[in-house]
């Protein structure tokens, strides 16, 4: 148990529905952040924060957002979906925004009929 | 274009044999990789990290060496165990402030009693 949790476990949703994915950090960490992965494309970064701050961008679709709140938990938000994004969503937590170890959550496997 | 290779075919080995997976880069210059295992529908699980200056990284049956000349990673698990049958990833992180990884998509590896 990496300390990381994500909600929900599962989701199945239509196309052009908005989804929102939870993420709570380790304890003491303050960088989440949010990857995608589909069978093709392997692990991709979207984005992430630190201390409630966007700190970096990866390949997120103007479709997609995501927020760290003050608690330090954070949501991705995902809009109009498509086919194409199903995949497993990984959030993943370190203590810096260094050099550091990630620890990532359990997933959420988004699921869009 | 920057791109991280690991070989895309599964390696079969027999229990107790050395299992040795590559990464390859190119078009970037990281100041260190990290591997991390994955099994089926979970978060990945960080095992090791080697800075750019260092040649060679252990830790139990795990062994990583990082060759920034050839720009390759070897890692490699001695004894290896049906346990071990995991995909495995490696991932780059470059010389920024914030910790950003960029994974390749992974080799599994099984390993037969």
């Known amino acids: 148990d990496s300390g990381v949790t994500q909600t929900p476990k599962h989701l199945i949703t239509a196309t052009g529905q908005r989804v929102t994915l939870r993420c709570s950090p380790r304890s003491g960490d303050l960088s989440v952040y949010w990857y995608q992965q589909s069978l093709d494309q392997g692990l991709q970064f979207l984005i992430q924060?630190?201390?409630?701050?966007?700190?970096a961008k990866g390949n997120i679709l103007e479709r997609f957002s995501a927020q760290q709140f003050p608690d330090l938990h954070s949501e991705l938000n995902l809009s109009s979906l498509e086919l194409g994004d199903s995949a497993l969503y990984f959030c993943?937590?370190?203590?810096?925004?260094?050099?550091?170890?990630?620890?990532f959550g359990p997933g959420t496997r988004l699921l869009v009929l | 274009s920057q791109k991280i290779e690991q070989n895309s075919e599964a390696l079969n080995i027999q229990e107790g044999k050395t299992a040795t997976l590559t990464c390859n880069y190119t078009?970037?210059?990281?100041?260190?990789l990290q591997w991390y295992r994955q099994d089926p529908g979970r978060g990945p699980v960080f095992l090791l990290l080697?800075?750019?200056?260092?040649k060679e990284k252990r830790k139990e049956r795990l062994k990583v060496t990082f060759d920034t000349t050839l720009k390759q990673s070897l890692f490699h698990i001695t004894a290896s165990q049906p346990a071990d049958s995991a995909t495995y990833l490696c991932?780059?992180?470059?010389?920024?402030?914030?910790?950003?990884?960029?994974f390749g998509k992974g080799t599994m590896l099984l390993v037969s009693p």
């Open positions: 991932a780059l992180g470059e010389d920024s402030g914030y910790s950003t990884l960029t």
């Open positions: 078009n970037y210059s990281p100041a260190y």
């Open positions: 924060y630190y201390n409630g701050e966007e700190r």
């Open positions: 993943a937590s370190s203590v810096g925004q260094g050099r550091e170890t990630q620890y």
């Open positions: 080697i800075r750019e200056n260092e």
